[in-house]
Nanobody, 124 residues
Framework: QVQLVESGGGLVQAGGSLRLSCAAA????????MGWFRQAPGKEREFVAA????????LYADSVKGRFTISRDNAKNTVYLQMNSLKPEDTAVYYC?????????????????WGQGTQVIVSS
């Protein structure tokens, strides 16, 4: 098992930046592909970004491509989401998640472990 704890959310003006962190405890962090998802009120949870175990590959939702960057530090058991040029439509609770196996990184169904989420609010 792995426990995930997100931090770094908050209130920011449109055009601003935030850096989310997700600290992992438990089984070997480097064994997991990691992802970030978000959920806005009244909407389904949606994929934001994912990173492979060794950081060789990254994936992004079209809505955040060019603005968000996912990274990880396996020595610190932490995955990050740098969010720049934030827009009001980025407002949501952001969750990090860990997955084993080869299923698509885009689907939340393929992630076994989830953090509690951190709120991001972008004001216009």
């Amino acid at each position: 098992q792995v426990q995930l704890v997100e931090s770094g959310g908050g209130l920011v003006q449109a055009g601003g930046s935030l850096r989310l962190s997700c600290a992992a405890a438990g089984r070997t962090f480097s064994s997991y592909g990691m992802g970030w998802f978000r959920q806005a009120p009244g909407k389904e949870r949606e994929f934001v970004a994912a990173i492979s175990r060794s950081s060789i590959s990254t994936l992004y939702a079209d809505s955040v491509k060019g603005r968000f960057t996912i990274s990880r530090d396996n020595a610190k058991n932490t995955v990050y989401l740098q969010m720049n040029s934030l827009k009001p439509e980025d407002t949501a609770v952001y969750y990090c998640a860990a997955r084993l196996g080869s299923g698509t990184a885009y689907s939340p169904d393929n992630y076994a472990y989830w953090g509690q989420g951190t709120q991001v609010i972008v004001s216009s």
